[in-house]
């Protein structure tokens, strides 16, 4: 029962790092129907942003995610306006290839200017836990949900209350429609996109502090991502936060009870069943 | 003509003057020419670079100290290096040119048993002798292919003197946890060590596999917590021991003893998990020893300083290894008379010669038998704790709470 309890909680903050990497993913996603395949490279590109930060500058990796959102916010915007622009009209097929060749170019870049060592943001609490009754909460775990879920929160209300999020929305459901009423879709756009890789410079930070970087973790990043936008849905920042959680505790419960090896069988298992009986996601609005 | 066309034209000529260039320096008079495909980008990059930086290092020392001797004349050494992006079937592909069309005259191995398992089979088909110093896996060898040499002990015992190190531990550990990923290596350090510790006495309370990109351990950990496992092995690759130990640290899972069969020996790995690194246990067939005599690089303290000087960073096993390779080939050759490859292919497994890395003589099914030293990282340093001689010096046992430390 013990076992079960810490499980699961295992499950629910694995999840909250999954949520955080997958909401960039299905914002880009949903706006500006770009499926993303470098979104696990600027993930991986947001870690060496804050390993430099805490390395070269002491900066605290929590403390300094602001610092970290805001350069990979930039790149985003640029990238956008200078490269992804260019194909926003073309076939779904065109921005697959674009954003592939994106990020092959992001992670051999990142290995010339990082090399391929493996790099740990360690400040001295990251591996401290505390106990709760049998389960043992993991600190620098439990932070980065509590940033997870913060942000996904904040990213709602944005979308639901702000201007901009208004217009973001608007354009995702009506282009034209939101043209009429005055929204200039390209700064829109590269506002949508620099948001999304902001939030995955985020998840990046927080990832280095539980786990490990080198220029290659971005692929699978991206896979996982992929999965949960879409076990959770588009539509709505809380959905990705329901889609990380169910996969996070699936995948412990099955890592635990059937075997390691079948924790990504599990998962991508539940891919497909949720394509098949629900396809606009957990939380979507049923067509 | 367009401005853009007189460009294109410009590119495409000038990449194959460069081709031919490249092309004729390698085919000079009198070289032999050593091929490889090694793991220069790709996840296990920061490995496949020892491959790299090994052949490079002893085929220039080779050639400094005068070049190969066959027979009267002298030949230089020259090696043609391909990247195979950590992707096995790229490696094969490349082996196949290799062999194929650059006709290089002898073959050195890649990184990793995946990879020297599905490239065997080029030297095989082709009867080329590849000496690889990436794989260790006994499937490798259980083939009875002629042609593949590795100088890598095998992986089935690479957890034998740590078993033989539990026993003289106080306490002595009960239960023990073998955790190992789901690749010929480490299914292969599995099948051997299951038996070694039942012989032991010890009880294999937990025996899982896991997927080789896994990055989450805390279900695992959280077992081997509630199972109150004394003693953790653990087959697998640096990235995953990375993230087992430090999701070890996070759930205050503190086994008296875990032992990992790759990344202790490398200061990259102790350089990312920085204290968190202390205590873990490993095993090497390589520690550099002035005792160690070769005839190229004096003894292996000296090849270590001269490696750490040119490359700026410690060379492991890997590197000693790949360059027990470079020399094996040369040693051969010289004994053979002959660049033929068959008539190397007959002197490699005759071949018996010191080396950096230890004695080079294969067995029967072309693998090295070299005992492995058991380590410990203790505080900043890596210590030997159990050798083929036993007990060198005390480990540090049991490993303290986290909280503890």
């Not at chain 1, 079948?262 to 629900?278: P, Q």
């Amino acid at each position: 029962m013990d076992l079960l309890a810490q499980i699961l909680v295992n499950g629910i903050l694995l999840g909250g790092l999954y949520a955080i990497m997958a909401l960039g993913l299905a914002l880009v996603w949903g706006v500006l129907n770009i499926v993303n395949l470098a979104h696990g490279a600027f993930i991986m590109l947001g870690a060496y942003v804050s390993w430099h930060l805490y390395t070269y500058a002491g900066i605290d990796p929590f403390l300094g995610l602001p610092i970290t959102v805001v350069v990979m916010f930039v790149l985003g915007y640029i990238i956008q306006r200078g490269l992804l622009n260019l194909i926003v009209r073309a076939p779904m097929f065109n921005t697959l290839l674009i954003t592939f060749g994106l990020e092959v170019v992001l992670t051999y870049l990142a290995q010339l200017a990082f090399s391929a060592d493996f790099r740990t943001i360690n400040p001295s609490y990251a591996g401290n836990s505390f106990q709760l009754g049998p389960v043992v909460l993991p600190l620098a775990r439990l932070l980065a949900f509590a940033v997870a879920i913060i942000l996904t929160v904040a990213m709602w209300l944005f979308l639901l209350h702000t201007r901009l999020g208004r217009a973001i929305r608007a354009t995702a459901q009506n282009l034209v429609a939101a043209r009429l009423y005055g929204v200039e879709p390209r700064h829109l756009y590269a506002m949508t996109f620099a948001i999304g890789v902001g939030l995955a410079g985020a998840a990046g930070g927080l990832y280095g502090t539980v786990s490990q970087i080198n220029p290659y973790i971005g692929a699978a990043l991206t896979a996982k991502s992929f999965a949960i936008s879409i076990i959770g849905g588009l539509d709505n920042p809380l959905g990705v936060i329901v889609g990380g959680l169910f996969l996070g505790i699936i995948e412990s419960l099955t890592a635990a009870y059937i075997g390691p090896t079948f924790a990504d069988v599990a998962s991508f298992g539940v891919l497909v069943l949720v394509l098949i009986v629900r396809p606009s996601g957990l939380l979507g609005r049923t067509a | 003509m367009s401005k853009a066309q007189t460009i294109k034209i410009g590119i495409a000529s000038f990449s194959v003057l460069a081709s031919v260039a490249l092309s004729s320096t390698l085919a000079a008079a009198k070289d032999i020419v050593l091929g490889a495909s090694v793991q220069l980008t790709g996840p296990v990059a920061n490995t496949g670079r020892y491959y790299r930086d090994a052949y490079q290092f002893a085929i220039d020392k080779i050639n400094a100290a005068g070049g190969v001797k066959v027979g009267n004349e002298t030949y230089q050494l020259a090696l043609k290096l391909y990247d195979n992006q950590s992707d096995v079937n790229l490696s094969v592909r490349q082996y196949t040119q290799l062999v194929s069309q650059d006709k290089v005259n002898l073959l050195l191995g890649p990184f990793a048993s995946n990879f020297a398992l599905a490239d065997s089979a080029i030297s095989e088909k082709y009867r080329i002798p590849m000496v690889q110093g990436g794989g260790a896996s006994d499937q490798i060898f259980s083939r009875k292919f002629k042609y593949i040499f590795g100088t890598l002990a095998p992986a089935s015992d690479y957890f034998g003197s740590t078993i033989e190190t539990m026993k003289t531990l106080k306490p002595e550990p009960k239960s023990v946890a073998l955790l190992y990923a789901d690749d010929a290596f480490d299914v292969s350090v599995a099948e051997g060590t299951r038996p070694k510790l039942k012989n032991a006495g010890f009880t294999v309370a937990m025996d899982e596999r896991y997927s080789t990109n896994a990055t989450d351990f805390n279900s695992l950990l959280s077992q081997i917590k509630s199972k109150n496992i004394d003693a953790v092995l653990v087959a697998g690759h640096e990235t995953e021991i990375l993230n087992f130990v430090r999701q070890a640290k996070s759930l205050a899972v503190a086994p008296k003893l875990y032992s990992f069969t790759v990344g202790v020996p490398s200061e990259d790995f102790r350089k990312a998990l920085g204290k968190d690194a202390d205590y873990a246990f490993g095993m090497t067939a390589w520690l550099p020893s002035a005792d160690q005599k070769d005839r190229w690089f004096g003894d292996a303290d000296q090849f270590a300083k001269a490696y750490r000087e040119k490359f700026g960073y410690e060379p492991d096993y890997h590197a000693a290894s790949g360059v027990a390779d470079v020399e094996a080939l040369v040693q051969a050759i010289e004994d053979a008379g002959s660049i033929d490859a068959q008539k190397v292919r007959d002197a490699l497994a005759k071949v018996k010669f010191e080396s950096v890395y230890g004695t080079i003589a294969f067995s029967e099914n072309g693998q090295i038998d070299l005992p492995q030293t058991v380590i410990q990282v203790q505080g900043e340093k890596l210590v030997a704790i159990h050798g083929e001689k036993g007990p060198i010096n005390p480990a540090k046992y049991p490993m303290p709470a986290w909280d503890a430390r």
